[in-house]
């Protein structure tokens, strides 16, 4: 399994950005994907989750409203479209796919369980 984030970079406080996700080495469709996020000097943190078809998704508190997760399983790519930036969500943007199948929705632990973390995408707001 390889995840590759791309699209990070630096911008104002209030702008946007839209991050990518490409998946590849298996089948992912039963395998929920996610985005999290690793600030400097904490720990990595959930930012969103959702299923191939879109129809669920979650978000952590301080992301929702703001951001918004999205998938093309007729591409592998995952995508995370992020306006209002405030600075405190610069760090390092990591993509993961859930380690076992669901079959429905996100499951019963929407938030955890991911991982085959890629290399990940630095975005930098600044105020």
């Known amino acids: 399994v390889q995840l590759q984030a791309s699209g990070g970079g630096l911008v104002q406080a209030g702008g946007s950005l839209r991050l990518s996700c490409a998946a590849s080495?298996?089948?992912?469709?039963?395998?929920?994907m996610s985005w999290f996020r690793q600030a400097p000097g904490k720990e990595r943190e959930f930012v969103a989750a959702?299923?191939?078809?879109?129809?669920?998704?979650t978000y952590a508190d301080s992301v929702k409203g703001r951001f918004t997760i999205s998938a093309d399983s007729a591409k592998n790519m995952v995508y995370l479209q992020m306006n209002s930036l405030k600075p405190e969500d610069t760090a390092v943007y990591y993509c993961?796919?859930?380690?076992?199948?669901?079959?429905?929705?996100?499951?019963?632990?929407?938030?955890?369980?991911?991982?085959?973390w890629g290399q990940g995408t630095l975005v930098t707001v600044s105020s």
């Open positions: 993961g796919a859930k380690n076992y199948k669901v079959y429905s929705g996100l499951g019963s632990n929407p938030t955890t369980g991911f991982g085959s």
């Open positions: 080495g298996r089948t992912f469709i039963y395998y929920p």
């Open positions: 959702s299923s191939w078809s879109g129809s669920s998704t």
